[in-house]
């Protein structure tokens, strides 16, 4: 479904590999307790900004419709992590 999707989009395949890895990268890095708290404001940047692109691109082939948007729950999502993570990593100081 997803291939499908980039192909839609007319994101390049190679476009599609690097983001799939990038999101695993990041996904680790925001789940595993070893890495810093700088490398993790970094992977929240990151992820966010591609889940603001994908909003940008679905908006720019679909136009306005409700599935140009479902990135945008997920943006969401990650921000109420972020404050989270914040409000945790503040008590310990």
Same mark, same amino acid.
């Given at each position: 479904? $997803?291939?499908?999707?980039?192909?839609?989009?007319?994101?390049?395949?190679?476009?599609?590999?690097?983001?799939?890895?990038?999101?695993?990268?990041? $996904?680790?890095?925001?789940?595993?307790?070893?890495?810093? #708290?700088?490398?993790?404001?970094?992977?929240?940047?990151?992820?966010?900004?591609?889940?603001?692109?994908?909003?940008?691109?679905?908006?720019?082939?679909?136009?306005?419709? $409700?599935?140009?948007?479902?990135?945008?729950?997920?943006? $969401?999502?990650?921000?109420?992590?972020?404050?989270?993570?914040? #409000?945790?990593?503040?008590?310990?100081?």
């Amino acid at each position: 479904m $997803a291939l499908k999707g980039s192909e839609h989009l007319l994101v390049p395949n190679w476009l599609r590999l690097e983001v799939g890895i990038g999101h695993f990268i990041g $996904a680790l890095i925001l789940i595993l307790p070893m890495f810093g #708290k700088r490398i993790k404001e970094w992977a929240y940047v990151a992820l966010g900004i591609e889940y603001l692109s994908a909003v940008i691109a679905h908006i720019s082939i679909d136009g306005f419709v $409700a599935d140009s948007f479902f990135p945008l729950v997920i943006f $969401a999502i990650l921000l109420v992590s972020y404050i989270y993570y914040h #409000k945790l990593t503040d008590q310990d100081n």
